[in-house]
Structures are given as structure tokens and as C-alpha cells.
């Protein structure tokens, strides 16, 4: 596997960067000036290193994350007015839903490492994640209601399965700011930390998902998806199932359960 590594911050904004390393790749929105507003040139760099993952059976697990004090502030809301005035087929709002499901839909596990403020569409570009680990200073809101945007209905989808219809609600309606720990409280967030255990409660969760069994894990996520969206394929479940109990993945789990050691995937 290819090995690329990126510095942890750097002074020039950039598209996002991508670092893999061992199983694991991490993309970190570089624009920390702009509290990593993403940019329309942004969204297909997304794109294609969503793809480049993928493609690399050697990666098992993805995170996503900002550089600086803000995880993101979403997306330029400028990009979005020139493209409505220019009465583009492909809105910005929709370039950006597509990036954003693409994101939901990979088949490794994904973890957003909040390092702060949440803000406008990377609120949902964080729920389309596995699981979201923040610091107990991150903050997030909406504000399509303030803007007078109606937010595309995959996005709206998200946040009612994910957080339930009340919470999608109260955030979209009310345009108004939450804090770590209510994020927490309704399920936004995964785990909330101290700035100073960010880092290792996100590794401790990313070894250990790079540490089992990636085509049952890739099965039961889109399982999992599907159900969440209420468009679950039975018969390709379980025939995923079926053949899960003669792969090569169960022998060595038991194998391994057996050996008291742990599996090697």
C-alpha cells in the first residue's frame, strides 16, 4: 500500500489532504483561516480520494477532520449564490449532497474527529460518518432556516435517523447553536473528550475497528444504512450472511477466539 503522509497543520490553505498510515487514512479540510470552509474545488478532491480509499484494500478505516480550531464552517455560501443566480443544473447544494453521500456509503468505517465548531452543511458532511468523537468545547448549528435555504432532502433524511424527528426539528427550525455536551445528549455525538484525549480516544477507536473483519463490517454498515433509510435489500443481506458463514474471516475469528490471540484479517 502506497504510504503518503501530510503534516498535522500547514500555514498555506489547500484542498483536503489526505495521510494513510498503516490501515488507517485520515483527511484533514485544510483551510483553517476560514475555519475550513469548503470550496467547490473541495468537493471533487473529496470525491476522489473517497474513491482512492476504497479502491485500497489495505485501508480498513477512514477519519475525517479539520485543521485548527473549527472542524468546518460548511460549505461557501457565496458558491451556492453564484450558481443559484447563474441558474446552474447542478447546484451547489446538490454537488456538495452528492460528495456527502458518497461519504455514507463507503463500505470501510468512518470516524469524524471533531476538533471543534461544526457549522452548516459539515454538520451533516460529520453525520454521514460512522461515529463522531468531538471535544467538550465543540458546538454546532444549522442555519438553513436563518438563510432561507431549503436543505436537500437526503441531508433532512440524515438527521431524522440519526438524531430523531424532534431533534431534526428543533436544529433545522431554530437555526439555533448547540453545544458539546446537548450534542452528545441527542446522539450527534459518539463520545465527547478533553482536547488533550482527542487523539487517543480517536486512535483507540480507529485500531480498533481496522482490527475486524472488513467484509462483515462493509456488509452490516450497508445493512445498517439501508435499514436507516427504510430501503433495506433482504435478499442481498442475506445472501451476504450466507456466505459469511464459509468465508475466510469466520475461520480465522474462530480460530483465533479459539487460540486466545487476536484475529488477523
Not at 447546484?91 to 469524524?112: H, K, Q
Amino acid at each position: 500500500m502506497m504510504q503518503e503522509h501530510a503534516p498535522r497543520t500547514t500555514d498555506a490553505a489547500s484542498p483536503p489532504v489526505l495521510d494513510i498510515k498503516d490501515a488507517r487514512a485520515t483527511i484533514r479540510l485544510n483551510r483553517p483561516k476560514h475555519l475550513n470552509r469548503l470550496q467547490p474545488e473541495d468537493l471533487d478532491v473529496l470525491a476522489n480520494l473517497f474513491d482512492r480509499i476504497e479502491s485500497d484494500p489495505a485501508i480498513r478505516v477512514l477519519v475525517l477532520t479539520g485543521t485548527g480550531r473549527a472542524f468546518s464552517a460548511g460549505y461557501d455560501l457565496g458558491s451556492i449564490a453564484d450558481r443559484a443566480a447563474k441558474a446552474e443544473e447542478q447546484t451547489a447544494g446538490s454537488a456538495f449532497e452528492i460528495v456527502v453521500n458518497r461519504l455514507e456509503d463507503l463500505a470501510i468505517p468512518t470516524i469524524c474527529r471533531i476538533n471543534g465548531g461544526v457549522y452548516g452543511g459539515s454538520t451533516d458532511l460529520a453525520l454521514a460518518c460512522d461515529f463522531r468523537i468531538g471535544v467538550d468545547t465543540c458546538e454546532m448549528f444549522m442555519p438553513a432556516a436563518r438563510l432561507g435555504l431549503h436543505y436537500y432532502t437526503s441531508g433532512i433524511a440524515r438527521y431524522v435517523s440519526r438524531l430523531g424527528v424532534d431533534n431534526a426539528k428543533k436544529l433545522f427550525l431554530t437555526a439555533e447553536k448547540i453545544g458539546a455536551a446537548e450534542m452528545l445528549r441527542i446522539g450527534y455525538l459518539t463520545a465527547m473528550v478533553p482536547a488533550e484525549a482527542l487523539d487517543e480516544e480517536v486512535d483507540r477507536l480507529a485500531a480498533t475497528l481496522a482490527g475486524n473483519a472488513p467484509v462483515a463490517m462493509a456488509g452490516m454498515k450497508r445493512a445498517i444504512n439501508e435499514f436507516a433509510r427504510g430501503r433495506l435489500d433482504e435478499a442481498a443481506a442475506d445472501h451476504r450472511h450466507r456466505d459469511s458463514m464459509r468465508s475466510a474471516e469466520i475461520k480465522e475469528g474462530i480460530a483465533a477466539f479459539a487460540e486466545k490471540r487476536p484475529p488477523k484479517f
